[in-house]
């Protein structure tokens, strides 16, 4: 299960007591907002995309999206998310649950600007139902991301 992964992961770190898990869907944005009683923005969502033969995760505010020109600018092609059956094979964990913990080797990770203006966020761990609160230099710290990018755009 995908979510163990992310918890042996932060327990290697010192924080897998930190995950929260839930009696209810945390899958969406508003979902996870609602279950953690805060505002969309700080739900760090983790979009996936193809980038040539790459799998390329962007960890984003949950009340953006992201900006096709923007996003062409920086990777160089069209965006073209993983389909809801390739994550879990690609990535490590499925859709709903997809982080930027615990993924696959090869997977590349960015983080998206749109998450600085939040002291903390909440990207999920692995599942359905779970979150972890982290502040943006932890996020920059347990993701293993290469670069920061600016590919969103408020909705």
């Avoid at 995950?19 to 996870?32: G, K, M, N, P, Y």
């Avoid at 009683?37 to 739900?43: D, K, L, N, V, Y």
């Avoid at 760090?44 to 062409?72: E, M, P, W």
């Avoid at 990535?91 to 600007?113: K, M, Q, S, T, W």
Wanted: proline content about 2%; overall charge negative.
């Amino acid at each position: 299960m995908s979510i163990e992964k992310v918890r042996e992961y932060f327990n290697s770190k010192g924080i897998a007591d930190h995950i929260r898990e839930f009696d209810v869907s945390s899958a969406t944005v508003a979902l996870a907002a609602k279950a953690l009683g805060c505002e969309e923005g700080r739900i760090a969502k983790t979009l996936s995309f193809h980038v040539g033969d790459r799998v390329v995760l962007i960890v984003s505010a949950g009340d953006v999206k992201i900006d096709n020109q923007k996003y062409k600018a920086q990777f160089g092609t069209k965006a073209k998310m993983l389909s809801f059956d390739e994550a879990p094979t690609l990535i490590g964990h499925a859709v709903g649950g997809v982080c930027p913990f615990a993924v696959n080797n090869g997977v590349e990770v960015y983080l998206d600007e749109s998450l600085k203006r939040f002291k903390t966020v909440y990207p999920a761990c692995g599942s359905s139902n779970s979150a972890i609160e982290l502040t943006i230099n932890e996020l920059e710290q347990y993701s293993d991301f290469i670069t920061w990018v600016d590919v969103c755009k408020t909705v």
